[in-house]
C-alpha cells in the first residue's frame, strides 16, 4: 500500500525563522511529488517534482526530491505570519492517484 | 469556469438519507478527482476519471458511494444510504491530464450526517 509520511506534525516559530518541512513516501512505481499549501479553503499548489526536475525554487519556498532516499524537503525562508497554514506532501503512483500525508501544521508568531 | 466550483458548499443531512456532490471543473481538465478528507488528515483518494470514462474507483469506501461524469465535464459523487461515518470535507481537483500535471483543487463540500 502507498504511503506518505510528512514530518513534524506541526511546528511553531517566529517571523524570520528558516524552516523545513520533511517527506518521506513510498509509492508503487513513482512518478511525482507534490506540494501543497491548505489554509482555510482549497490546497493551492506549490511544486511538483519528478525525475526530470528534483529542485524548485518560487520565491522564499524551495523544494528537493532525493529520490535515492524516497523523500523530499520543503524549505522556507525569512518566513511570515502568512506562512502559516497545513503544508501537504503527496505522491503519485503510475495509476495517477495521489496519496497524501497528514500534513505539516506551521504556525508563524510575529 | 476559474477554477474548480463545488457545490453544496456544506450539506448537513439526516442518517440514510441520499447525497449528491455536484463537482464542476476547470474548463478544459481532462482529469477529475474526488477526494475525501477528514479533519486533522490528508485527503484521501476516491476515484478519477478522465473525461467521462471512470478510471479508478478503488478508493470507494464501500457500495453506497458512486461517482459518475456523463458528459466529460461536470462530476456528481452520490452517497446512499449516509451514516455518520460519512461526514467529512469531499473535495474535487482536476488536471490537464493523466501524468505530470498537478492538481487545482476546489474548495470542497463539507458534510454532515446527523
Known amino acids: 500500500e502507498d504511503k506518505v509520511v510528512q514530518s513534524p506534525l506541526s511546528l511553531v516559530v517566529h517571523e524570520g525563522d528558516t524552516v523545513t518541512l520533511n517527506c518521506s513516501y513510498e509509492?508503487?512505481?513513482?512518478?511525482?511529488l507534490l506540494w501543497y499549501k491548505q489554509e482555510k479553503k482549497a490546497p493551492t499548489f506549490l511544486f511538483m517534482l519528478t525525475s526530470s526536475g528534483i529542485e524548485k525554487k518560487s520565491g522564499r519556498l524551495s523544494s528537493i526530491l532525493d529520490k535515492k532516499e524516497l523523500s523530499s524537503i520543503l524549505n522556507i525562508t525569512a518566513t511570515q505570519t502568512g506562512d502559516s497554514a497545513i503544508y501537504l506532501c503527496?505522491?503519485?503512483?503510475?495509476?495517477?492517484?495521489?496519496?497524501f500525508g497528514k500534513g505539516i501544521t506551521l504556525s508563524v508568531r510575529p | 469556469g476559474a477554477g474548480v466550483s463545488q457545490s453544496p458548499r456544506y450539506k448537513v443531512t439526516k442518517r440514510g438519507q441520499d447525497v449528491a456532490l455536484r463537482c464542476d471543473p476547470i474548463s478544459g481538465h481532462v482529469s477529475l478527482y474526488w477526494y475525501r478528507q477528514a479533519l486533522g488528515q490528508g485527503p484521501e483518494f476516491l476515484t478519477y476519471f478522465n473525461y467521462e470514462a471512470q478510471q479508478d474507483k478503488s478508493g470507494l469506501p464501500n457500495d453506497r458511494f458512486s461517482a459518475e461524469r456523463p458528459e466529460g465535464s461536470i462530476s456528481t459523487l452520490t452517497i446512499q444510504r449516509t451514516e455518520q461515518r460519512d461526514s467529512a470535507m469531499y473535495r474535487c481537483a482536476s488536471s490537464l491530464g493523466d501524468g505530470f500535471y498537478g492538481y487545482t483543487f476546489g474548495s470542497g463540500t463539507r458534510l454532515t450526517v446527523v
Open positions: 509509492v508503487t512505481n513513482f512518478r511525482s
Open positions: 503527496a505522491a503519485r503512483g503510475a495509476n495517477s492517484k495521489l496519496t
